[in-house]
């Protein structure tokens, strides 16, 4: 079959998967096809018109290339797969174009940043503004004009293309002067921000993200548990789809490092990682281990920068900011060099992870209706989020999401580039978690025994919270206690009277009368929470719950450590020890 017929019979499919593709991946292909001279500037005008919406602009291409036949359809189909793959034209030719324009042979300036523009634009886009000024220096370029290429709304690679554009516009001159200065950078390799300013903000972005991930950050806050001691892999889980829609799906187990990895993708377009699980399954406590690997430069270090966050503290935040705005005070402080970090931040998306954790406890729900491109512009936390997770902020970055199951709608799905489910602890998990928590062999042994005989609790402890707890139960409770933990309700009784009474008994309810008014509080201020999306609250929260130091000394409710209070106020957040002792709270309102 002729690539000519080929193309029309795929015509339909080429719209959608290049109309609702990255816009930059259309825009490499027409640069690839104006520097093999497939296209014309006329036919690159009439494809990029701005009122045209992406889909328009394929069909539109797809119709030139079909009119200038077999050989410009085989093109095109070399340029499709060669963007598709990730692969890039070669720089080989780039020194000798450069020098023989520079010697002013007869080769045409013009013309050398039509052929080598797919080149120039991946050269050049990290020194658009660098570049601006010296043309506005010069005389050769306008205030307009640079002010027209660096809109907040044009991504580097964009401005790129719109300086080499409208170069071309200008005179031999201009083309030749900017020919020149890409000269220099080749000879002299500058890369103003990568060595020491970004490097100095990296070292201290990487000791930050040390500090908080040395320490469990789940679980009893009263403990400084080790991240390092404790940590256990938990079963990480992806869906191979087969080939055609009769064969069924495969599962697939991955390791920690692997989550980034081409397992499991079901849209290659997207840039964000959902990592799925039940409360207390674990998902927190990666997310801690994945940082702590990058901060210890031990893994995950093809990202030179990973921003953490947590849903639960930006549901905290009010009013309006930027994207620079977030990083910089919600993550790490850059100082002076602030509009430096931030511009090589954006020239290197594929350097950069974002992760967000617990995004079902986010209390805004997806959408995909307000569009907000521009990393520098106001507008609200969750525009932002929303934003980076469809790829029209920070395209090409990575981002890793946490969440519970029900939270990732189905319109979120059309953004994932795969979903990883987070199965708890294996086996061998459970077993290797017990040894951990206890020095005494004997006393691990005689808890993996019972739990192995026990099919409640075998089944329970699958769940790394679960594990944890009937742990601590087995280790401060059991000893003085006959009959046998049945249900997960039965451990947190247990817990609920240990913790208040400060003695063992029986698990009733009646036992718990002399401090019935602390239940009550808490299981209002519990429940109140989950209707409302709330998982930390305020001094003013807890008055309206009627949760007073009596109910806090009890050990539920412990200091946000997500939550960032303003310098100088003495503001300080609650939350529960964990999301599901606060479900079983609410369970009692």
Known sequence: MSAQQDLRDQRDQ?????????????????????????????????????????????????????????????????????????????????????????????????????????????????????????????????????DEIQLPINTPSQQARHLLNLSRTKDEAVARYLLNYIQHLEEN????????????YKNRLRSIISAQSQYLNTYDRTENVSLEDIYIDGVLEVQNAGSDNTQK??????????????????????????ILGEAGSGKSTLLQQLHRLWATDRAFQNFWLIFPFSCRSLNSIEGPLSLKSLLFE???????????????????????????????????????????????????IQNILFNLIQGNLMKSAKKLVTSRPGAVSPVMKKYI??????????????????????????????????????SALHALCHVPVFCWIVSKCHKELMPNRTSSLQTMTDVYFLILQHLLLHTVGHCELAGLQSKANTVRHLSKLAFNGLCACCYMFSRRELQEAEVGQ????????????????KEGTSDQHFEFLHITIQCFFAALH
């Open 14 to 146: 080429l719209v959608t998967n290049l109309g609702r593709g990255a816009a930059e991946n259309f825009q490499s292909i027409l640069d690839l096809l104006l520097s093999w001279e497939v296209l014309t500037w006329e036919d690159y005008e009439s494809i990029n018109i701005p009122v045209y919406s992406q889909s328009n602009s394929v069909r539109t291409l797809l119709d030139i290339v079909s009119s200038k036949g077999e050989q410009a359809c085989e093109l095109f189909v070399s340029a499709f797969k060669t963007v598709h793959r990730g692969t890039h034209e070669t720089e080989s030719a780039l020194p000798t174009a450069l020098s023989a324009v520079q010697r002013k042979e007869s080769c045409s300036a013009v013309l050398t940043l039509q052929k080598l523009r797919p080149v120039l634009v991946k050269k050049i886009h990290s020194y658009v503004g660098n570049i601006l000024k010296e043309l506005l220096a010069k005389g050769l370029f306008t205030t307009f004009e640079c």
């Open 189 to 200: 390799s500058q890369q103003p921000v990568r060595d020491f300013i970004w490097q100095s």
């Open 249 to 274: 799906h495969s599962s697939c187990i991955l390791g920690l490092t692997d989550i980034f990895s081409d397992y499991g993708t079901s849209n290659e377009e997207a840039d964000t990682v959902v």
């Open 330 to 380: 919600k993550c790490c402080w850059p100082g002076d060099d602030q509009d430096k970090i931030f511009q090589w931040i954006l020239n290197n998306p594929e350097k950069i992870l974002f992760t967000f954790d617990g995004f079902d406890e986010f209390k805004f729900k997806f959408t995909d209706v307000e569009k907000h491109c521009s990393p520098t512009n106001t507008t609200t």
């Open 417 to 454: 580039q795969k979903e990883v489910n987070l199965k708890g602890f294996s086996q061998e998990g459970i077993e290797l978690f017990i040894r951990k928590h206890y020095s005494d062999v004997s006393t691990a042994d005689q808890l993996i025994n019972l739990v192995k005989t026990n």
């Open 550 to 565: 009596e109910d806090i000394s009890a050990g539920f409710l412990v200091h946000s450590r997500s939550f960032s209070c």
